[in-house]
């Protein structure tokens, strides 16, 4: 049986983040998803409405929607949109070094929308990450991590309080990510984590199944591989002692474990940055 919705690409091939001008054209779409990428669509005008996973939003600007990359989506608008759209590929969450933005960016994995009170901030930060993503340089990824950052953060200080209670998976899930984010030594074994939130690592894996369909184990490799690139960049320590701080046993295991990730051996990886 055929899927009854399109699978869309609006990403550019060689940017790991795209930041464009919503298309003022768009009125209707039919139902698609994205299946490589995490999608924010902000909106300061335009009316109608916003279908994800079948359930309708009343589009009202100032308004936030968030589309992870499962979820099935498309518009019925009745006005001229104007507003924003990031695009933020796999690619760009292995590169990025920031614990903090990536737990931002979960965390507003797990909201559909968020209405915004006063919208000149993000207007700001939206016309400024544009910009960037459209320059070349040795430093405008660093940038664009430090924008995206704060739009984030502004988004959460001026949208309205978010009411209601997530499911106990989706907290399950967020309280794990949270310790990943916030922990100062990342540990190479779901295990641990599940011990420190009180529950199994069967119930852990369950519970990052059903909230962005990924197992435990993946999630915490895009940490231990972070941490991981950032010992080896900003630090002298040897590839034993960052093999043995994440939790390895043998630094071959951590070898292999680093380069089927990413490609590359942690030897190798630390050359290019000379």
């Known amino acids: 049986m055929e899927?009854?919705?399109?699978?869309?690409d609006k990403s550019e091939n060689?940017?790991?983040?795209?930041?464009?001008?919503?298309?003022?054209?768009?009125?209707?779409?039919?139902?698609?998803k994205h299946n490589?990428?995490?999608?924010?669509?902000?909106?300061?005008?335009?009316?109608?409405?916003?279908?994800?996973?079948?359930?309708?939003?009343?589009?009202?600007p100032p308004i936030v929607y968030f589309i992870r990359r499962e979820q099935v989506h498309y518009w019925e608008l009745e006005s001229e949109p104007d507003g924003y759209v990031i695009i933020i590929?796999?690619?760009?969450?292995e590169r990025c070094l920031?614990?903090?933005?990536?737990?931002l960016i979960t965390k507003f994995s797990m909201l559909s929308s968020v209405t915004i009170v006063n919208d000149a901030p993000i207007q700001t930060l939206f016309q400024q990450l544009t910009a960037a993503s459209e320059r070349e340089g040795k430093y405008i990824f660093q940038v664009i991590e430090g924008l995206l950052k704060a739009l984030l953060a502004m988004i959460l200080e001026v949208a309205d309080p978010i009411t209601g209670k997530a499911g106990i998976d989706s907290n399950l899930y967020q309280s794990f990510v949270y310790l990943l984010s916030t922990n100062p030594v990342v540990k190479n074994t779901v295990q641990h984590?599940?011990?420190?939130l009180k529950t199994s690592p069967q119930n852990l894996?369950?519970?990052?199944r059903k909230a962005v369909d990924q197992p435990a184990t993946d999630i915490l490799n895009e940490f231990v591989v972070s941490e991981a690139k950032r010992l080896l960049h900003y630090t002298n320590k040897t590839i034993t002692e960052i093999s043995l701080q994440l939790n390895f046993t043998d630094v071959s295991h951590f070898v292999k474990y680093f380069k089927r990730i990413t490609g590359s051996t942690p030897q190798k990886f630390r050359s290019t940055l000379n």
Do not use: M, W
Not at 15 to 23: D, H, N, S, T
Not at 39 to 55: A, K, V, W
């Open 98 to 103: 920031d614990a903090e933005l990536k737990f």
């Open 89 to 93: 590929k796999k690619e760009f969450a």
């Open 36 to 60: 490589n990428y995490f999608e924010i669509l902000f909106l300061s005008q335009g009316s109608g409405s916003h279908y994800i996973d079948s359930r309708r939003f009343e589009v009202k």
């Open 205 to 208: 894996n369950a519970a990052c």
């Open 193 to 196: 984590y599940a011990e420190l």
């Open 14 to 32: 060689k940017k790991p983040i795209k930041i464009a001008p919503f298309k003022k054209e768009i009125r209707k779409t039919t139902p698609h």
């Open 3 to 8: 899927d009854r919705f399109q699978i869309k």
